[in-house]
């Protein structure tokens, strides 16, 4: 997600689990549409980078506002400058906003060439790689853990299903290239997600709410996107972030609405339930979005379809290891 999952605490309330898991499944389908919404605005504009700013930002206002409305948030939120002047986490833990923004970048930059399905399977490889690293260094779970056999394969499979899915767009060699470093973004996107999460997680247990992470992660994430869409307006005088299409603008506070469904969920199903959850949504929700919404490098053939199972197939291999070895672990 845009603002990045962040469960260092399980607030709220209690919801029974079969609600709790549709919430999930519908958050992540809201993923896909905002990725869609933000690629139009992308293309409307002609503006990859204003398209992630106005997102980003109205992401940024929706979080300021629930803060202030929230008085126990408020009062957290007062003593972010005495946190921070007391260096109680590292002060780069904060780029992970910067982070953020690559991921509302790369959805409207590259959904529209690529296609929802490919650039989801994308993200979802790179979340996959990366998270194996995370947990062997011991970001955002406290503690190491071993890369296990289940782990990797699960790795490897959406690592397949992302050649598999990419195959389908392969109608010239002249498109090889283009689309390789379309889809560089996403992946690498997904990379540093895993990062994100891990350092939000510890950025929320420090500032003991998971709100004041997200508006961190969404403020630093604005100004980066700001400073560079601003040099990119002086560069070539084009600043133009209005368009008749209202509803192009919700994708934003979509996203804040989708983080805020996934932290009710979690309380009742579990960090792991929830994410994968989400994701299947998510990839289902891509598939209909390029069936229904389709965009000019949407391809739905055998490929694609057989990419997304072998991409649910690898989270299921990892969930199951994850779900294994806790018991072990607990302590």
């Known amino acids: 997600m845009p603002g990045g999952r962040n469960s260092t605490r399980r607030e709220g309330i209690q919801l029974p689990v079969p609600l709790a898991l549709?919430?999930?499944?519908?958050?992540?389908?809201?993923?896909?549409?905002?990725?869609?919404?933000?690629?139009?605005l992308g293309i409307v504009l002609q503006d990859s980078v204003g398209a992630a700013l106005v997102s980003f930002g109205t992401g940024f206002a929706a979080v300021v506002l629930y803060a202030l409305v929230r008085p126990k948030v408020r009062a957290k939120l007062r003593a972010v400058p005495e946190l921070l002047r007391r260096r109680v986490y590292p002060r780069w833990y904060l780029l992970a906003g910067v982070v953020g923004a690559l991921y509302v970048f790369a959805q409207a930059a590259t959904v529209g060439p690529i296609g929802l399905s490919l650039f989801t399977i994308a993200i979802v490889t790179g979340q996959m790689a990366s998270g194996l690293l995370m947990d062997r260094l011991g970001i955002g779970a406290g503690r190491q853990i071993a890369v296990s056999k289940a782990r990797i394969t699960g790795a490897v499979f959406a690592f397949l299903a992302a050649i598999l899915a990419a195959s389908a767009h392969f109608g010239s060699s002249a498109a090889v290239g283009p689309l390789l470093w379309f889809m560089l973004i996403p992946l690498v996107s997904g990379l540093l997600q895993s990062v994100q999460q891990g350092v939000l997680g510890q950025i929320g247990t420090a500032?003991?709410?998971?709100?004041?992470?997200?508006?961190?992660?969404?403020?630093?994430?604005?100004?980066?996107?700001?400073a560079v869409w601003v040099v990119q307006a002086v560069i070539i005088r084009q600043a133009d972030l209005l368009t008749g299409q209202w509803w192009l603008y919700l994708g934003g506070p979509l996203g804040t609405m989708i983080l805020a469904a996934a932290t009710a969920c979690v309380a009742s199903t579990g960090v792991l339930l929830m994410t994968l959850t989400?994701?299947?949504?998510?990839?289902?929700?891509?598939?209909?979005?390029?069936?229904?919404?389709?965009?000019?490098?949407?391809?739905?053939?055998?490929?694609?379809?057989?990419?997304?199972?072998?991409?649910?197939?690898?989270?299921?291999?990892?969930?199951?290891?994850g779900r294994s070895r806790s018991p072990r672990r607990a302590n």
């Open 207 to 226: 500032h003991g709410s998971p709100v004041i992470s997200t508006l961190l992660n969404f403020g630093v994430g604005t100004v980066a996107l700001l």
């Open 22 to 40: 549709l919430l999930a499944l519908l958050a992540g389908g809201g993923l896909a549409v905002q990725s869609r919404l933000n690629s139009q």
């Open 278 to 321: 989400v994701i299947g949504g998510q990839l289902i929700g891509a598939l209909a979005v390029d069936i229904f919404w389709p965009s000019a490098g949407s391809v739905v053939g055998p490929e694609t379809l057989l990419g997304i199972g072998l991409t649910g197939a690898g989270l299921l291999i990892a969930a199951r290891a």
